[in-house]
């Protein structure tokens, strides 16, 4: 069965930097492509960015883009989302997702990563 | 950008009624690319309903969803304990971003 299984919390100083991983089976990696969504506590979900993993051709949100990376390690089945120059509100719950283009609905969802951001 | 707005933001209802949840979108969606997800507390979103009116693998056919362009809804009859949750809309239809709804609330009466 399709599943992806994300890294553990992390807890980051402002300024720093967080790479949260999403390593899948169960299905041909390289047919699909990888969306971030994130949730911040108590608020709603904002979609970050994609990858192919194809080609890792990549897609970011405008607000994040020079801020996050996205990448792809085929022989593992593995995406990557690392974000820079973190603040306060980057503070949220981080999902990976899968979808097969650039604009679909994601099937599946890893269970998340809690990404904590203080001083 | 298409902004999504649902409503209402809450919705208490008891077990057996049925439950009608709107998304509202800006602009037009583009192949009625608009699609739903359940979420419960300390959990990911599951996907209920894609292309506006098609239900995912696994999903009860109590669950419904219609509308297109710019008006969808979510309708989910006889609800059970286990629908009580949080519901997002989400479209995919146009060029990024992927945006969703801000979500409702289905809470027991």
């Known amino acids: 069965q399709v599943q992806l299984v994300q890294s553990g919390p992390e807890v980051k100083k402002p300024g720093a930097s967080v790479r949260v991983s999403c390593q899948a089976s169960?299905?041909?990696?390289?047919?699909?492509?990888i969306s971030w969504v994130r949730q911040a506590p108590g608020q709603g979900l904002e979609w970050m960015g994609w990858?192919?993993?194809?080609?890792?051709?990549?897609n970011y949100a405008q607000k994040l883009r020079g801020r996050v990376t996205m990448t792809t390690d085929t022989s593992t089945s593995t995406a990557y989302m690392e974000l820079r120059s973190l603040r306060s509100d980057d503070t949220a719950v981080y999902y990976c997702?899968?979808?097969?283009?650039?604009?679909?609905?994601?099937?599946?969802w890893g269970q998340g990563t809690l990404v904590t951001v203080s001083s | 950008e298409i902004v999504l707005t649902q409503s209402p933001a809450t919705l208490s209802l008891s077990p057996g009624e049925s439950a009608t949840l709107s998304c509202g979108a800006s602009?037009?969606?583009?192949?009625?690319?608009l699609a739903w997800y359940q979420q419960k507390p300390g959990l990911a979103p599951r996907l209920l309903i894609y292309?506006?009116?098609r239900r995912a693998t696994g999903i009860p056919d109590r669950f419904s969803g219609s509308g297109s362009m710019r008006d969808f809804t979510l309708t989910i009859s006889r609800l059970e304990p286990e629908d009580f949750a949080v519901y997002y809309c989400?479209?995919?239809?146009?060029?990024?971003?992927?945006?969703f709804g801000q979500g409702t609330r289905l809470e027991i009466k």
């Open positions: 997702t899968r979808g097969p283009v650039l604009l679909s609905d994601f099937d599946y």
């Open positions: 169960g299905y041909t990696f390289t047919s699909f492509g």
């Open positions: 990858i192919s993993a194809h080609n890792g051709n990549t």
């Open positions: 602009q037009s969606v583009s192949s009625n690319s």
């Open positions: 292309d506006a009116s």
């Open positions: 989400q479209q995919y239809g146009s060029s990024p971003p992927i945006t």
